[in-house]
């Protein structure tokens, strides 16, 4: 089971940060990343951390502003977001994968149930 929290309301610019509690499973044996959906729209590759946890992948809509990581005796992945944007506003859910690291939403087999994200202008 993957438990986020960490959403809310931030204003254009702010930061959140998102966690991910795992339990059933180990983060350390798993590719970890982070999908986002807004309404109407196709699910969006945001970040993953390879199993090995020395791989990260982000999409180019937030590279250098998004950061992915992992704490393993919490069995917890985070994704630390900065300089928001509107743009960023979607439902953000953590995801679990077996293969080494994977960038499609369709490679993940294990889906929390999200936590909203909301950036205002």
């Known amino acids: 089971q993957l438990v986020e929290s960490g959403g809310g309301l931030v204003q254009a610019g702010g930061s959140l940060r998102l966690s991910c509690a795992a339990s059933g499973r180990t983060v350390s044996r798993w590719s970890m990343g982070w999908i986002r959906q807004t309404p109407g729209k196709d699910r969006e590759f945001v970040a993953v951390l390879s199993w090995s946890g020395g791989t990260t992948e982000y999409a180019d809509s937030v590279k250098g502003r998004f950061t992915i990581s992992r704490d393993d005796p919490k069995n917890t992945v985070y994704l630390q977001m900065n300089s928001l944007k509107p743009e960023d506003t979607a439902k953000y859910y953590c995801?679990?994968?077996?293969?080494?690291?994977?960038?499609?939403?369709?490679?993940?087999?294990?889906w929390g149930q999200g936590t909203q994200v909301t950036v205002a202008s």
């Open positions: 995801v679990a994968g077996g293969t080494k690291l994977p960038t499609r939403p369709y490679e993940y087999d294990y």
